[in-house]
C-alpha cells in the first residue's frame, strides 16, 4: 500500500475512534490522540508528510483561534480592579516561582519561561463538565490574560532563539509593540462604532444566515490576523488568539457562533494537530535514563508553582475552588509543546529534556483531569 494512502487511513481512523477510548478509559479525547500517535508512528503506520506537517500547523493555529473566542473582552474589561490586581500578582508570583526554581535547581534559563506558561485551551473543556462555576469564571479571566502574556514571550522567545540577542530581537520587540498598539486602537474603534451603531454586528452577521456569512467573516478575521503575523515575522499563534477574540467581543448576539467553529476544529483539524505531535514522541526514548522521573519533576513543579500562586484568590473563592482554579491552569499542553519544540530546535534543551517536557505535559492532563474530578466529587457528596 502507498505510504500516503496509508497514513491518511491512519489519521482517518484515529480521529474516528479516540473519542470511544476517551470514554472508555475516562481521560479528555486530546492526550489519546497524542498517545495513538505515537504508537501508530512507532509502528510504521504514520511518518513524515510535508502536508500533514503543514495541516497540523494549521490545527495548532485554529486550536488558539478557538481559545481566543472563550475571552470576551468587554467581560475582562468589566472585571473588578481588585481582581485583575490580584490576577497580575498570581501571574508575576508564577515567575517569581519559576525563576526561583531554575535557579535551585540549575535549569536553563528557557525553563524560566517554559514553566509558567499558560493556555485556556483545556479550561474551556472544563467548563463543558462542570459549568460556570466561580472557580472556573475567574480561571477563564486570569487565564485569558495569562494566555496573552505567555504568546507575547512566546513570541519574544522564539525571536531570541532564532536570531539571538541583537537587532533582530529587538525589531521583532518593536513589532510586536505596534502591532499590540495598532491591535487596542482597532477594537478600541470596534467597540465604539458596535456601542453607536449597534446594527453593525447585525448586518455583518445576521441573525438569519443561509449564507454561512458567520463562518466566512470568523475566516476572514482569522486568515487577516494570521498574515499579518507572518508578514511581521511573529508569533502566528498570537495573532490567531487575538482572531478569535473578536467573536464574542463584537459579535454577542451569535453566541452559537463559538460552538459552530470549535465542532469544526475539534472534529478534524485540532484532533490532526494532536496526532502530529504525538509521531515527534518516540517511544523508545521511554527507555532514555532519568527520562520518566524528570518528566514528573516537570510536571510536579508546573503543577506547585500554579496551585500555590492561585492561594492569593482565597478571600474571593475559598480555599478549595483556589486550588481547583490553580490545577486548571496546570495544563497548558499546546503551548508547552509548542515552545518546547521552538526550544529544541534552536539548541536551548536537549533531546532528553524535549521528550521530557512532551511527556509532562501529558502527566500534567491526566492528573490534574483525575485530581479535578476527585475534589469535585467530594465536594458534591459534603454538599449532599
Do not use: C
Not at 94 to 99: D, Q
Not at 127 to 133: C, H, I
Not at 202 to 215: A, V
Not at 272 to 285: A, W
Amino acid at each position: 500500500m502507498n505510504e500516503n494512502v496509508l497514513l491518511i487511513i491512519t489519521i482517518s481512523l484515529i480521529i474516528i475512534f479516540s473519542p470511544f477510548f476517551a470514554r472508555l478509559v475516562k481521560l479528555p479525547t486530546t492526550p489519546i490522540e497524542i498517545i495513538m500517535g505515537s504508537i501508530f508512528a512507532y509502528i510504521g503506520f504514520l511518518h513524515d508528510e510535508h502536508l500533514f506537517e503543514v495541516v497540523a500547523e494549521f490545527g495548532f493555529l485554529y486550536l488558539m483561534f478557538i481559545a481566543g473566542t472563550e475571552i470576551n473582552l468587554k467581560d475582562v474589561i468589566k472585571t473588578p480592579s481588585n481582581i485583575i490586581k490580584k490576577v497580575i500578582f498570581y501571574l508575576l508570583l508564577l515567575y517569581i516561582f519559576s525563576i526561583m526554581l531554575s535557579l535551585y535547581m540549575g535549569l536553563s534559563k528557557i525553563f524560566m519561561v517554559l514553566l509558567p506558561l499558560i493556555s485556556v485551551g483545556l479550561v474551556a473543556t472544563l467548563s463543558k463538565e462542570y459549568g460556570k462555576t466561580p472557580w472556573l469564571t475567574l480561571s477563564m479571566t486570569a487565564g485569558g490574560i495569562g494566555e496573552v502574556v505567555s504568546i507575547g514571550l512566546l513570541t519574544i522567545t522564539s525571536a531570541g532563539l532564532e536570531s539571538g540577542l541583537g537587532m533582530d530581537l529587538l525589531k521583532t520587540i518593536l513589532a510586536l509593540g505596534i502591532f499590540i498598539a495598532f491591535m487596542f486602537v482597532l477594537f478600541r474603534t470596534m467597540g465604539l462604532l458596535t456601542w453607536w451603531f449597534p446594527a453593525i454586528s447585525t448586518y455583518l452577521m445576521p441573525h438569519k444566515d443561509n449564507q454561512e456569512q458567520d463562518i466566512r467573516l470568523s475566516m476572514g478575521i482569522f486568515f487577516l490576523l494570521v498574515g499579518s503575523m507572518l508578514y511581521l515575522e511573529l508569533e502566528l499563534a498570537f495573532g490567531a488568539f487575538l482572531a478569535g477574540m473578536f467573536i464574542p467581543t463584537f459579535f454577542i448576539h451569535k453566541k452559537d457562533l463559538p460552538e459552530k467553529l470549535e465542532s469544526f476544529g475539534f472534529g478534524f483539524l485540532i484532533p490532526i494537530f494532536f496526532i502530529h505531535i504525538g509521531t515527534t514522541f518516540n517511544l523508545d526514548s521511554l527507555f532514555m535514563h532519568g527520562l520518566i522521573s524528570i518528566a514528573v519533576k516537570i510536571a510536579l513543579a508546573m503543577i506547585l508553582i500554579r496551585v500555590l500562586a492561585s492561594l492569593v484568590f482565597f478571600k474571593e473563592i475559598g480555599l478549595k475552588d483556589s486550588i481547583l482554579m490553580g490545577l486548571s491552569h496546570s495544563m497548558p499542553l499546546t503551548l508547552l509543546i509548542a515552545m518546547a519544540t521552538l526550544a529544541y530546535h534552536a539548541n536551548s534543551i536537549d533531546i532528553l529534556h524535549y521528550y521530557a517536557f512532551i511527556l509532562a505535559a501529558l502527566f500534567q492532563v491526566i492528573s490534574v483531569m483525575i485530581v479535578i474530578k476527585l475534589i469535585n466529587n467530594l465536594n458534591e457528596k459534603n454538599l449532599v
